[in-house]
């Protein structure tokens, strides 16, 4: 099975490159964030063969899950807020795996209320992973985590000290996700630096590779046994008017 997951930023502006991506590649699950608006290209998708589910809102935010095979939406928000309307969580099953779909908070700056409800969603996350980890039930969660979890995975950590990315408080919730016992699935078999998913529009980032990592891959226990191959697609970021992020792919037997 291929798992694929990719902040498209905007899917009106890049629908032909993720419909190019999903012919060249077809993976079983691509799970994509920051839709930005409200009308989803459903069409498009069925038209390649693809069901889509989606949870949208006006100008921001937004994710979707997308499969040719069956899709079944278990949840389009995350637990334990209810005033919480951002489009940031897709939960869904298919082939009898949990696909748990997530765009994470940004949280700068880092002095106003946007850094505080980064951590609290962080914090709902991990109580919904733990009870899925505790009832034993397969899943996955991916997506723009807004996180970069080492300096590794950085390619100046002093220039990100102070952003809410790379703040100690973000990095230490991260781990708390992957101490309940979950995989990152690319740090399972890439253990150098200089590897990452997104490179900022502005002063030559991506051509002189100066990235950070913050889209992943983590795998319940079950499944990391599965775990067979992860890599960053380095081809989209290159395209004309690029996304500012690029896939991460799993594969799992």
Known sequence: MKIASWNVNSIKARIDHVKTWLEQN?????????????NFPFNDFAALGYN????AQKTYNGVA??????????????????????????????KDI????????NG?????????????????????????????DPFVVAGDFNVIPEDRDCHDPQAWA?????RPESRSAFRTL????????????????????????QAGAWPQNKGIRIDHILLSPALADRL?????????????KASDHTPIMATLT
């Open 26 to 38: 077809r993976p079983d699950v691509l799970m994509i964030q920051e839709l930005k608006g409200e």
């Open 52 to 55: 889509a589910a989606a949870v």
């Open 65 to 94: 899950t997308l499969s040719p095979h069956a899709i079944e939406t278990l949840a389009e928000k995350l637990p334990g807020d209810d005033a919480d309307t951002q489009a940031r969580y897709l939960e869904t099953r298919i």
């Open 98 to 105: 949990r696909f748990i779909n997530i765009y994470l908070p």
């Open 108 to 136: 700068n700056p880092v002095d106003s209320d946007k850094f505080p409800y980064k951590l609290d969603w962080m914090r709902r996350l991990k109580i919904r992973l733990e009870t899925l980890r505790i009832a034993q």
């Open 162 to 166: 102070g952003d809410a990315l790379f």
């Open 178 to 201: 992957i101490n309940l016992g979950l995989t990152d699935a690319f740090r399972a078999l890439h253990v150098g630096g200089g590897h990452y998913t997104f490179w900022d529009y």
């Open 228 to 240: 067979q191959d992860c890599s960053i697609d380095l081809a989209p970021r290159s395209l004309e």
